[in-house]
């Protein structure tokens, strides 16, 4: 199926080369691990930390080891007691010069403490401050997704914490391939959805647990930051503590429901929406097979899913009828502030 | 000076009150401390779990100790593995019978961990379920952070890690009468802020560390559920991550400046709004005096400060404006959902 601004073939070149990426990650994971280490953190901002987020709430689920995911801007001025030279840093921009990640990596570098992690190539600023810089070419979200699990899971493997790292890391070299089949899947919907809602003056979102992240994600990255749209986004459990009254036919409600123990509470705005407004969407990861991944590895799959749907296919559907390039910003990047 | 819809005489007599259950409190948790316990846990949800975030802010200034504050929708479902009978739970709900409050404590009995806390009085379902349940008639958000500061750092005092306790404690004894004074100096300001913004489709709200419950609290449990106003509350760190791109001279936002370590996101956000859009509300806790105070305990009072001149000034002006019956609901506890 064509779909437009998707070029499947480059899609999966650059998914073979993210895949490839594999050894060099578990050999920097391995080496770290050999040696004393007492916390792990990721430093974000935006983007990133909601990339981060469902790795970290995934490994959450294997381990109660010491995992921190920072807000880099946050991380300046907050009490850093809980990290020292035995934390184990990671973090990311596929830009590399993101300025709140520079000034935490350039803090932590000052502490004496070791920053590892992603950025496109060598000649990046990211690339000068971090320690064996591994480089990912394509910065899309999917692409995050997948190296930023070889990290945290092997970590878990490297723990005994979760053993059955092989086995998923083998099934991750077709996950390309599987979400070219979601995004196939869904771009009729895509289409459908945008037509009917781009124009709203405001369109609220709830998710939770894994896909918090991605909820974060698409509504201010994608949205507000790309499309100028206005969005509310609520946690399933916060939903019912004030969001819900704002809730009639003229409101569109997006509902991202997922597969991991927080599923009955996406359920539960499921069915409220369902009566309280003809503006419903519900976009379910379970209406997504992945061939050939097994079902216990879903959850970890689960953000891939929705930001192949929504933060790729869907954010295309909404260029295509706001007109408002994807590419356009009026102030992100555009000068200092 | 006479202020809309509320009752000076009646105020300062229910913050007599709610003060007079320091001792209470304090022998609870004099006795609690005395045994054996290795983390705390706050309970709450919505407006509760937004009145205990900034208490959790405060103490973590203090200490390293293990304190969670757990939504308690996501804490049915959630994994609990570092929670246990050594654990001291405190919750609060005034009315006494919100649904996941109710839910969470029986869930906690079922696994024999007591819970100890806050209602309106000994008819409530959640007084028959407390341990020691304590009484606290005004549900009030300032009569809220009082208690439950006096629980939290009365913790740290007996763990060596507040031991101005006893000078911050006796101070409060004057806190509503200056929180009298705030709501007065902030009066002119509340009521032009609404008559200028109360009908806007769209309001932003910002907002960080010791505030951003309050910014939470603000827009969800009071803008949303009790006057039907369209919000996005965003921390200042991420505002640069999306919701900017959104600012131009069609958008207010209202900035929630702060006292703690977190101030210089929330003043990076005011230089960015005051360039963007003629629409910007800067609400600073530094114009406030707190007399009688020391300077050390501001950033403790300042959620007080806010809840004073927003939770509950603002909003009788929005309602003043819009005729919306703060009272009014039409799903939030009307029906089972």
């Known amino acids: 199926m064509a779909m437009r601004n998707f070029k499947m073939e480059k899609y999966l070149q650059d998914g073979e080369k993210t895949y490839a990426l594999r050894g060099e990650i578990e050999k920097v994971v391995d080496e770290l691990t050999a040696k004393e280490y007492d916390s792990v953190c990721m430093l974000g901002i935006g983007g990133t930390w909601a990339e981060w987020y469902p790795v970290i709430e995934v490994a959450k689920k294997y381990t109660d080891f010491p995992i921190y995911l920072e807000n880099a801007a ?7 007691r809980h990290l020292s030279d035995k934390t184990l840093f990671f973090t990311s921009s596929a830009s590399g010069d993101t ?3 520079l000034d935490a990596v350039k803090l932590c570098k000052s502490n004496g403490w070791k920053v590892y992690g992603f950025t496109k190539d060598a000649t990046t600023p990211l690339a000068e401050l971090l320690t064996n810089p591994i480089y990912n070419a394509c910065g899309d979200c ?16 490297n723990r005994g914490e979760f053993p059955q790292y ?16 979601v995004r196939e899947q869904f771009e009729p919907q895509a289409a459908e959805i945008a037509k009917t809602y781009a124009h709203e003056p405001y369109t609220m979102f709830t998710g939770s ?13 994608i949205l507000e930051e790309m499309q100028w749209v206005r969005t509310k986004a609520v946690t399933s459990a916060d939903f019912f ?3 819900l ?6 409101v569109p409600v997006f509902v991202i429901i997922g597969e991991d123990e927080y599923r009955p509470l996406d ?4 069915r409220f929406v369902k009566k309280h407004t003809k503006k419903h969407v519900i976009i379910d990861t379970k209406d997504f097979a992945l061939e050939g991944i097994d079902d216990e590895f879903r959850v970890i799959c689960s953000p891939m899913i929705i930001t192949a749907i929504l933060t790729e296919r869907l954010a295309i559907h909404y260029e295509l009828n706001t007109g408002h390039s994807l590419e356009f910003r009026r102030y992100y990047r555009q000068f200092a502030y």
């Open 74 to 80: 946050e991380f300046m001025i907050k009490d850093r």
């Open 99 to 101: 300025k709140e990640i």
């Open 142 to 157: 999917e692409h995050s997704y997948l190296i930023y699990y070889f990290v945290m899971l092997r970590i878990l493997k």
């Open 166 to 181: 092989d086995r998923w890391a083998d099934q991750m070299k077709n996950i390309f391939k599987v979400l070219v089949q």
């Open 209 to 221: 647990g894994v896909l918090w992240g991605e909820t974060y994600l698409f509504t201010m990255c």
């Open 241 to 243: 503590h004030g969001p």
């Open 245 to 250: 009254e704002l809730v009639d036919d003229r």
């Open 267 to 270: 359920e539960r705005v499921e």
